[in-house]
């Protein structure tokens, strides 16, 4: 079996229905070999992380169907990613609430990174994590995640390439208070 993310548009669900997702997708795809590991849910889609034979993924889309239309595919796979394109890429996937794809592009670029750098993106990919937590209505998770955002982001510069991390920093203090997780863009 491979593995896949799958986004349904999403035109109903609130990260509160991520786990009867899971199970009406589990349902839906009952008599054929497939695994549904976990649902997240975002404003414009729902994301599916599941597993299946490649040649049995069109089958697959078509059951879940009355969850959403396919907005995209991807097969999951281990991949070097260049430090550049990573950055780009988790950036993209950040901003379009795809958390844990964002999570995998910075950990591809923290594994080309030392020191001081190597700190910043954890921070990234921390604060990615507690949004994908918050996706699967595990607010808690993602609050506690937080702190060590926080303490990973220390006092790193102030700009990362094209990212913000003053403005990350100010946006965990807020969500921090306010103990809410509140999505924004990088």
């Avoid at 199970?23 to 599941?50: G, H, P, Q, T």
């Amino acid at each position: 079996m491979a593995r896949f993310m799958l986004h349904l548009k999403n035109e109903k669900f609130s990260p509160s229905d991520s786990k009867d997702l899971v199970y009406k997708a589990r349902d839906l795809c009952s008599n054929m070999n497939a695994s549904v590991r976990v649902a997240r849910v975002a404003s414009k889609f729902v994301e599916f992380d599941i597993e299946v034979e490649p040649e049995n993924l069109d089958l697959l889309i078509d059951k879940l169907s009355p969850i959403g239309v396919l907005d995209n595919a991807r097969h999951i796979v281990e991949e070097k990613i260049v430090k550049d394109t990573g950055i780009k890429d988790g950036i993209f996937y950040f901003n379009n609430e795809r958390f844990w794809e964002c999570h995998e592009a910075f950990e591809g670029v923290w594994k080309e990174c030392s020191g001081r750098e190597k700190e910043l993106i954890q921070g990234i990919i921390l604060l990615a994590v507690a949004f994908a937590h918050s996706q699967k209505n595990d607010y808690l998770i993602g609050l506690g995640m937080l702190g060590r955002a926080m303490e990973k982001l220390g006092n790193s510069p102030s700009i990362y390439h094209n990212i913000d991390v003053d403005m990350i920093r100010s946006k965990i203090i807020e969500m921090q208070k306010s103990k809410t997780l509140t999505i924004f863009e990088i």
